[in-house]
């Protein structure tokens, strides 16, 4: 298996534009999360799913942030409008539950840069 | 819900000196507490783990001991190398339940 596939790795904008992060889980995982890592903030996780449906989306910032997951095998995280402030490392997971003990596997990261 | 608090957030040594991290939980149902490894640049990855039913587990240079009474755990590192150099975050969970992390520490190993 390829592992946690996110894609672009790096993404650079400026302020106002949309963003859109993409993310293909580990086949067979049920579990995916969303993730943004900052020196301020440390390890922060967003949303995640369960079989495709949102569980908690507690951590998502604000309304700009919205994350959907159409099938079992990708999940977009959007930002609109993005703001200097949402720049970060955005990290997407994925883990298979209840005897896996939700181990999470990481992706690359994408590194977003709004200007 | 869980709160993981994680101590220091820079600790730096001396190849060879032993590391030690320290997180507290706050949730008495958490019974798995795994640590995750990031080396600069790169993605979190998990090096060891340990459930409540275990006092101590050691995988090489690397240990994690777990104090359920106290509700706090560590991870201790032996005869460090640079190679060591990297944030290790702690995280505490109710069996499959989703973990919850702590704020991370840099350990940097000086050659």
């Not at chain 1, 580990?26 to 999360?33: M, P, R």
């Not at chain 2, 819900?1 to 949730?27: F, M, R, W």
């Not at chain 2, 993605?43 to 009474?69: M, W, Y």
């Not at chain 2, 201790?76 to 975050?89: G, K, L, N, R």
């Amino acid at each position: 298996d390829a592992g946690v596939i996110q894609s672009p790795r790096h993404e650079v904008t400026e302020m106002g534009q949309e963003v859109t992060l993409r993310c293909k889980p580990i086949s067979g995982h049920d579990y995916l999360f969303w993730y943004r890592q900052t020196m301020m903030r440390g390890l922060e996780l967003l949303i995640y799913f369960n079989n495709n449906v949102p569980i908690d989306d507690s951590g998502m910032p604000e309304d700009r942030f919205s994350a959907k997951m159409p099938n079992a095998s990708f999940s977009t995280l959007k930002i609109q409008p993005s703001e200097p402030r949402d720049s970060a490392v955005y990290f997407c997971a994925s883990s298979r539950g209840v005897l896996a003990k939700n181990i999470q596997y990481f992706g690359a990261g994408t590194r977003l840069s709004v200007l | 819900g869980e709160n993981v608090e994680q101590h220091p957030s820079t600790l730096s040594v001396q190849e060879g000196d032993s590391a030690v991290i320290k997180c507290t939980y706050s949730d008495s149902a958490s019974n798995y507490f795994p640590w995750y490894k990031q080396e600069l640049g790169k993605r979190p990855q998990l090096i060891i783990d340990i459930r409540s039913n275990v006092g101590e587990k050691k995988d090489q240079r690397i240990a994690v001991t777990l104090n359920k009474t106290a509700k706090h755990f560590s991870l201790h590192i032996t005869e460090t190398q640079p190679e060591d150099s990297a944030v290790y975050f702690c995280a505490a969970s109710e069996g499959s339940y989703i973990p919850t992390f702590g704020r991370g520490t840099s350990l940097i190993v000086h050659p």
